[in-house]
């Protein structure tokens, strides 16, 4: 940067020199040069043009970079950060563009004021770079020149970057997180060195010389960071920056750290900088896949509704009128689309009935208010509602609501519905969060991806995407509007990132990625029709989980050699009373029909806990997933239990029809079914089906010896095993990362669980780590002789496992069961799978 860059005042107040601020940190430019404002304004703005380059979690400093690389930190107030976020209102995030003036914070000023040591406000360069102060000691109105700054020549120590680094971890005991204070203590710790120090917190980064870049790290009280150094003073500058961040930095969580505070993690800070410009997003999968395509940005104008109402009758008329159209609109689209669609368009119909939300926009239009800000005010309670109750999958249900407060309000405002996107092909939608409607509204043949900076991985939205084989990231962070229409971009749901702009050389892995992706599918599809073995020609039974009628025929195209998990709860869920016998029976029969003798193994009802049924409702439990959930449910209302297993007992088929309990966890239980079979066995005039039990529970895997006589298979819900074995929510998308099946706790269950079993007619896996390629062989090396996979990925599994014999599975079992993390069990699955295809390649050319 070679012109001076002019800052603006950010804020009006009195401006003064940096001498004036009571804190040495500051005053003594530890943190940078600059000067401060003593404010008397309530608004915070941009100072120039450039991207709001870090945002503290408790909004009391914000930084902007310029196009030029130089960096103003906005510090408001002294020891602010203690305010834990009470008095800042922020209106950007972390990545957002902005232009000189643009609104970044607003302030309470008395409440900062209060809580604050002063509110005098320092303005920094925190790059390296000259300053030049505008005259000091003057009123100043947001907006006005203040200074002027250019940057330093690139200097610093010169390093062979390719030099070999040296590592050390510390635990950060950091109340207050990493923020501009004791972040200044680290950078001039490290520029003190002939060495480079970087901060590693997870997937993201930081030069420790650069003040702002640790601040974006987004490091909390507790986390534990690895530090690397390289240079010819690494080790002693490793040495120093540890030590500084092991004492606390003077933040007072000095001596023996407590455990971690269980804050929510934050969504990651924004993205990061890849080879050639790339912006590289980390998120969380919600549909896997890789595609590469281009991007498509999806922005939503606001609707404006004016506040008051043309009179109460009018107004109820009015809103009486949109709810009728949007209702008959949604009913007419209930048709089209298997039971995940209808699932979430029943919960819309459902949320228009809804007596609270037409209580309170009634009582809002007799105030005064009109239909639409009624209909807000409404659907905005509910969503705050929803939000606060602190579970994930409930939070996640507001996006239904707001879904329905927006078609409501489009209907109300008169205008046509926003005509449907017109699409190329290879689209990757990007999306702050993405409503049903609107994924349902877009060309699904266009769709080739999907990423949200918000959302969860169990939201309705992901479970459409999954539906629809497309590739979803989700709770990617802020920064996605920096990645412009029509952008080239690598979805790379399976690896949790999406790269925008990406180089050359990353294009061209992504492209091969999907073409070997493209060819193993194909080569699998042709070979879907032929019964399943290894190598050395061991069958193992590869079938599908189904939840719809209509999943069945084109499963059973896709290879599945039966139905290894009828989830029954999905065939019922819209439903507002209890389906009969006859409607079960109804239902059963027509999937074993398209079956056609395959078998069938048909769980009991899964209700209560993340899957709570319309027409059952369930005392209010505290901790729903450890509470009346899976067969639990079923002992406490033996009669919906009893009619279920009637209903089983009446399938008819030439191949074998099994009932399957979930969430076993005693013998007892069992006993109880068993006896229950028994009778409806007897009621019908039929032979007791085949009874098996999910191995869901960390006690049902330890004790697989103990319920193996009273059972005649198992089959391993590794959704629910990973969630209770690691104590990890499968509902929170903050834990998704760590959530991971091939834990090799879960892998030490399974094989306790194969082992006991070992007598019974099967061991299956419907659990996701079906579906997982890597993981098949192993589940095969420990024992396992049947796959429930999602139906999309039988010709795979299939394929997968004709690749390894049964000693080649048994032995990587074997050392993944090792292992201490499933990262490193991944690994290992790799690089054997990898050997073995290029072996077999090798082998079949000589
Ligand atoms: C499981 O828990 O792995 C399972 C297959 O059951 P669900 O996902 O339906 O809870
Ligand atoms: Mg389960």
Not at 372 to 382: K, L, M, S, V
Not at 488 to 516: H, I, K, M, T, W
């Amino acid at each position: 940067m070679t012109s001076e860059l002019i800052v603006h005042a950010p804020i009006d107040g009195w401006v003064c020199s940096l001498d004036e601020v009571p804190d040495d940190a500051f005053a003594g430019r530890m943190v940078g040069e600059g000067l401060a404002i003593d404010p008397t304004g309530m608004t915070v703005r941009a100072p120039f043009d450039g991207v709001v380059s870090s945002l503290a979690r408790t909004g009391h400093a914000v930084s902007v970079r310029s196009d030029d690389g130089a960096e103003i930190l906005i510090h408001v107030g002294l020891e602010t950060v203690a305010l834990d976020g009470a008095g800042f209102t922020a209106h950007v995030a972390a990545g957002t563009r902005v232009r000189a003036g643009d609104l970044l914070l607003t302030l309470d000023l008395e409440v900062v004021a209060a809580g604050a040591k002063s509110l005098i406000s320092p303005i920094l360069l925190a790059n390296e770079g000259e300053v030049r102060l505008l005259p000091l000691n003057r009123q100043v109105a947001a907006g006005e020149p203040i200074m002027a700054v250019r940057l330093a020549a690139a200097s610093g120590p010169t390093l062979d970057e390719g030099a070999a680094a040296l590592t050390r971890t510390v635990r950060a005991p950091l109340p207050h997180g990493l923020h501009a204070r004791p972040a200044s203590r680290i950078a001039a710790g490290a520029k003190s060195f002939d060495a480079r120090v970087r901060l590693i917190l997870g997937e993201r980064s930081a030069d420790a010389a650069s003040l702002t870049a640790m601040m974006t790290l987004g490091l909390k009280d507790g986390d534990e960071l690895i530090l690397s150094a390289s240079g010819p003073q690494a080790e002693a500058a490793l040495e120093a920056i540890h030590a500084l961040i092991a004492s606390g930095l003077g933040e007072g969580g000095e001596g023996a750290h407590a455990a971690p505070v269980a804050e929510a993690p934050a969504v990651p800070a924004g993205p990061a900088a890849g080879e050639d410009g790339e912006l590289i997003f980390s998120g969380v999968t919600a549909a896997p896949g890789l595609v590469i395509g281009r991007a498509v940005r999806l922005r939503q104008a606001e609707i404006e509704t004016p506040e008051h109402g043309r009179g109460v009758m009018l107004e109820q008329a009015a809103l009486q009128q949109a709810l009728t159209v949007v209702r008959s609109r949604i009913e007419a689209s209930v048709a089209e689309g298997g039971a995940h669609r209808r699932a979430i368009l029943a919960a819309h119909l459902a949320f228009l009935d809804d007596p609270g939300l037409l209580a309170t926009a009634q009582e809002a239009i007799e105030a005064g208010r009109s239909a639409g800000f009624a209909w807000r005010t409404a659907t905005q309670g509910g969503v705050a509602l929803f939000r606060s109750l602190g579970d994930a999958r409930t939070a996640e249900r507001a996006d239904d609501l707001l879904d329905l407060e927006r078609q409501l309000l489009v209907e109300l405002s008169g205008e046509a519905a926003p005509a449907p996107m017109v699409l190329g092909a290879g689209s990757v939608i990007l999306a702050d969060d993405l409503l049903p409607s609107q994924l349902i509204a877009l060309d699904a043949v266009k769709v080739a991806g999907l990423c949200t900076a918000r959302g969860g991985p169990t939201s309705h939205v992901a479970i459409l995407a999954a539906a629809m084989g497309v590739p979803a990231l989700v709770a990617v962070g802020p920064g996605l509007e920096r990645v412009e229409d029509g952008a080239l971009v690598v979805l790379d749901a399976d690896g949790r990132r999406l790269v925008a702009s990406p180089s050359a050389s990353r294009q061209a892995r992504a492209q091969s990625a999907a073409a070997a992706r493209d060819r193993r599918r194909a080569e699998a599809r042709a070979l879907a029709a032929e019964d399943c073995r290894t190598a050395d020609g061991v069958r193992i039974e590869v079938f599908a989980n189904l939840g719809d009628v209509a999943e069945a025929a084109p499963a059973v195209a896709g290879g599945a050699e039966g139905c290894g998990l009828l989830r029954t709860e999905f065939l019922f869920l819209e439903r507002q009373s209890a389906p009969t016998e006859d409607e079960q029976l109804a239902q059963y029969q027509a999937i074993a029909d398209a079956l056609d003798g395959r078998p069938l193994v048909i769980r009991t009802l899964d209700a209560g806990g993340d899957k709570p049924l319309p027409y059952l409702p369930m005392p209010h439990e505290d901790n729903p997933a450890l509470g009346l959930r899976g067969v639990r449910t079923g002992l406490h209302r033996p009669d919906l239990l009893l009619t279920q297993l009637r209903a089983v007992c009446r399938v008819r088929s030439s191949g074998t029809v099994a009932v399957m309990l979930p969430m076993i966890a005693s013998v007892a239980e069992v006993r109880q079914v068993r006896a229950l079979l028994d009778i409806a066995a007897a009621e019908t005039g039929g032979q007791a089906p085949l009874l098996g039990v999910m191995i869901e529970t960390p006690a049902a895997a330890m004790t697989a010896d103990l319920l193996a006589p009273h059972i005649d298979f198992v089959s391993v819900g590794t959704n629910d095993l990973t969630q209770y074995a690691l104590a990890m929510d499968r509902q929170n998308a903050h834990l998704a990362a760590q959530l991971d099946s091939l834990h090799p706790a879960v892998l030490r269950l399974i094989a306790q669980t194969a082992k006991g079993a070992a007598d019974t007619r099967w061991i299956g896996v419907c659990g996701g780590l079906a579906s997982d390629l890597l993981a098949a062989p192993i589940l095969i090396g420990l024992g396992v002789t049947e796959l429930s996979a999602t139906p999309s990925m039988v010709a795979e599994i299939k394929a997968a496992v004709r690749v390894m014999t049964l000693a080649d599975c048994r032995d990587l079992a074997a050392e993944a069961l090792t292992l201490d993390s499933a990262e490193a069990v991944r690994a290992l699955a790799d690089e054997r799978l990898a050997a073995l295809l290029k072996s077999r390649v090798v082998g079949a050319v000589a």
